[in-house]
T-cell receptor, first 115, second 116 residues
Framework: EAQVTQNPRYLITVTGKKLTVTCSQN?????MSWYRQDPGLGLRQIYY???????DKGDVPEGYKVSRKEKRNFPLILESPSPNQTSLYFC??????????????FGEGSRLTVL | AQSVTQLGSHVSVSEGALVLLRCNYS??????LFWYVQYPNQGLQLLLK??????LVKGINGFEAEFKKSETSFHLTKPSAHMSDAAEYFC??????????????FGKGTKLSVKP
């Protein structure tokens, strides 16, 4: 089954304790992206990657890191989490190239609480 | 720069009534437009998309949307609401660059409630 898989789905952590949210897709998509969803603010893009070893900042990159060493994986790293990073996080992917209209395929989301 | 505005953060309708969720976009070039639905505790699922073909687009679950260039709108409608339609709906725009380049920009979402 074609899917985007995120782990963990739920996490409660404390300020300053490094954590990684993993994202993996099995559709051979070149493009991957991370969003955070907050009430009243919709989805805001954190980072995206056009292909392996190519990443770029989205609208709200502060406090986050990403890497794209393999095509299927795009982990989101919070080096020193703070309470304002409490949010619902989504990973998404899409193929690149002509003939594709650009819609994203989303994971189920990861709800992170930083105390 | 392109942007998306969804009018109304909450919309409530009775079961069987018309659903109308509003989306306006700004873009200096022909956009690609999308509606996504998010059911509770789930990820976003594509409902329908406009890609410069027919202006009236039909999607899943009986939803449709009409692209109106003169009004820069892409409103989502469904003739008769079901309880199962209760969810949050997001409108998104992508700049058409002759390929799939370009990030999606999302509106802030509209939560639809359906009353029995």
């Amino acid at each position: 089954e074609a899917q985007v898989t995120q782990n963990p789905r739920y996490l409660i952590t404390v300020t300053g304790k490094k954590l990684t949210v993993t994202c993996s897709q099995n559709m051979n998509h070149e493009y991957m992206s991370w969003y955070r969803q907050d009430p009243g603010l919709g989805l805001r893009q954190i980072y995206y990657s056009m292909n392996v070893e190519v990443t770029d900042k989205g609208d709200v990159p502060e406090g986050y890191k990403v890497s794209r060493k393999e095509k299927r994986n795009f982990p989101l790293i919070l080096e020193s989490p703070s309470p304002n990073q409490t949010s619902l996080y989504f990973c998404a992917s899409k193929p690149q190239g002509q003939g594709f209209t650009g819609e994203l395929f989303f994971g189920e989301g990861s709800r992170l609480t930083v105390l | 720069a392109q942007s998306v505005t969804q009018l109304g953060s909450h919309v409530s309708v009775s079961e069987g009534a018309l659903v109308l969720l509003r989306c306006n976009y700004s873009s200096s070039v022909p956009p690609y437009l999308f509606w996504y639905v998010q059911y509770p505790n789930q990820g976003l699922q594509l409902l329908l998309k406009y890609t410069s073909a027919a202006t009236l687009v039909k999607g899943i679950n009986g939803f449709e949307a009409e692209f109106k260039k003169s009004e820069t709108s892409f409103h989502l409608t469904k003739p008769s609401a079901h309880m199962s339609d209760a969810a949050e709906y997001f409108c998104a725009v992508r700049l058409h660059k002759g390929g799939s380049q370009g990030n999606l920009i999302f509106g802030k979402g509209t939560k639809l409630s359906v009353k029995p």
